[in-house]
């Protein structure tokens, strides 16, 4: 158990320590709540006990040892589906497909940019900082919010959204993130509120690249095409990916 006093320690937990569990209602004050909601709000109080409740929930208390395997790929090793998926499509797509392509990579990038900026202007801590719940994997003591992961990953779905020939694999994309979502919520180092913060960075990322459409993107396909064509010709020769 984690005494009082060490949670004002930045510091990151054992895996698989067996974290203080308090109920909501019984949590220590932690000067800890979202902006959208001014800590003074009896409104900030209720937010912040239903993301405890939410947090205990679905955080593994006994996990398996199948469940903790499970949990580890889906949370730290799913994502890298995200940049496959936008690097083997660039091989077969058409000049409409990559600026499709690179519009949700540059979506993933400004998330990213957005996602750094809140945590620096507003600091939230991790669950195990706290003392909330069981902590198993290791993680920095880093800003909680929003995911970084789930920006990531919702960006690059809301970037090819942007697309009407994108939309059904942006769907099914946004989908696979769910459970990325779930396992850094049940290993302990996320609130379920930071995958709301992280889908509304996504959707805000994705509206700032919006007008860069017709500019940026058209002039990032033009410098990459080049390069491309020198370092996979082989291929392109033998018809397994398109010039």
């Known amino acids: 158990m984690i005494e009082e006093s060490s949670l004002q320690q930045p510091a990151q937990a054992p895996v698989g320590a067996q974290r203080a569990v308090h109920h909501p209602d019984t949590m220590p004050a932690r000067n800890r709540c979202y902006p959208a909601f001014p800590d003074t ?15 205990l929930w679905i955080n593994g208390a006994a996990p398996s040892a199948a469940a903790l395997l499970l949990g580890r790929f889906l949370a730290n090793d799913l994502i890298y589906l995200f940049p496959l998926y936008l690097a083997l499509n660039w091989l077969r797509a058409d000049t409409a497909g990559r600026e499709a392509l690179l519009q949700a990579a540059v979506s993933a990038a400004i998330a990213m940019l957005l996602s750094w900026a809140i945590s620096k202007a507003w600091f939230h801590p991790r669950p195990f900082v706290v003392g909330l719940g069981h902590l198993h994997m290791h993680h920095a003591p880093t800003a909680s919010f929003p995911s970084n992961h789930l920006s990531f990953v919702w960006a690059v779905c809301a970037g090819l959204a942007l697309h009407p020939a994108r939309r059904t694999a942006a769907l099914i994309l946004a989908l696979i993130g769910l459970p990325i979502a779930w396992a850094r919520i049940y290993m302990g180092v ?22 860069l459409r017709g500019t940026l993107v058209p002039a990032l396909r033009r410098c990459i095409e080049p390069a491309y064509r020198l370092i996979f010709a082989w291929p392109i020769r033998l018809g397994w990916a398109r010039a």
């Open 41 to 55: 709000t009896p409104l900030a109080a209720h937010m912040e006990t239903l993301n405890d409740t939410l947090f």
């Open 190 to 211: 996320h609130f379920p509120l930071d995958m709301a913060g992280a889908m509304l960075t996504a959707l805000a990322a994705a509206g700032i690249g919006l007008p």
